[in-house]
């Protein structure tokens, strides 16, 4: 099993590196290397890096849905550029979200937790709003409490 798992990550790291060119495949690489490192899984076709601690209960959020969560967003070297407030949760859009989020969040249901890693090029790229970095991989850690 193992074993199995194992050829299945790497195919699905071969087939994510195809999609990358150029210096995409320093990033991709960047991201393998801090996924592996901390026990995040590939679960989205897109190159989006998902580790679900919990999936939830019931239907999964579709673009049209209004997700309520809380969320930290930080880059590889653990830099937080933007979080909910312990109290105050985030109702979001989920169309109106980075593409990455967008992918990333559709794999929760009600009461999921979990850690989303996006490539810069399904985040902001080269035009990020004030406060986060150019061209950054971002991580987010969300805990979705209720799906509209």
């Known amino acids: 099993m193992k074993q199995s798992l194992t050829v299945l990550f790497s195919g699905l790291c071969l087939l994510f590196l195809s999609c990358f060119g150029g210096d995409k495949e320093d990033e991709f690489s960047e991201i393998t290397t801090y996924a592996t490192q901390n026990g995040i899984k590939v679960k989205d076709t897109l190159g989006i890096f998902v580790h679900l601690d919990e999936v939830g209960t019931g239907a999964k959020p ?3 849905n209004t997700v309520i969560l809380y969320y930290k967003g930080y880059y590889l070297d653990d830099v937080i550029f933007d979080k909910t407030k312990d109290s ?3 109702s979001l859009k989920l169309s109106s979200a980075i593409p990455g989020l967008q992918s990333g969040i559709r794999l929760f249901a009600k009461d999921g937790k ?5 490539p810069s090029a399904k985040a902001y790229g080269d035009n990020p709003p004030f406060g ?3 061209n950054a991989i971002l ?3 969300i805990n979705i409490v209720e799906i509209n």
């Open 62 to 64: 579709n673009a049209n």
């Open 88 to 90: 105050i949760p985030l």
């Open 114 to 118: 979990g850690t989303i890693i996006i």
């Open 132 to 134: 986060v970095r150019k």
């Open 139 to 141: 991580v987010y850690d």
